[in-house]
């Protein structure tokens, strides 16, 4: 009986080891699966906020190349506005001089805007 039972709890023995080595198996291999999937997903990610970054870049520097053109055509309207301004001026400081020498007919020192200096 002794043999008997002690073959008994050997074969015993063997099925829980094997139970527990398929188990062992089992959960390594999913953790390996994990494993793998948590690291594709990590590299998908990154490639993806890559791809964003480069797109970012890139409104970024189409915004710039706007803005200077954007730049450019208002500084070109304030320049022809100024260059107006200026035509506006000399027009007036020619009639103002005009009409200093119509007051004064033409003989001495004309004041610009009838102020003597």
Wanted: no cysteine; glycine share 4%; aromatic share 6%.
């Amino acid at each position: 009986m002794d043999i008997t039972h002690a073959e008994h709890v050997e074969k015993e023995l063997n099925i829980l080891i094997t139970r527990r080595d398929a188990q062992r198996r089992k959960d390594e291999g999913e953790r390996a699966a994990e494993a793998l999937y948590l690291q594709s997903v990590r590299a998908y990610n990154a490639a993806h906020e890559l791809a964003r970054l480069y797109e970012w870049r890139s409104f970024e520097l189409t915004m710039a190349r706007r803005a200077e053109k954007n730049a450019a055509k208002i500084a070109t309207k304030r320049r022809a506005r100024a260059a107006e301004l200026m035509e506006e001026i000399e027009r007036r400081t020619a009639q103002a001089h005009a009409l200093e020498q119509a007051k004064t007919g033409g003989a001495g020192e004309a004041t610009l805007w009838g102020v003597d200096a």
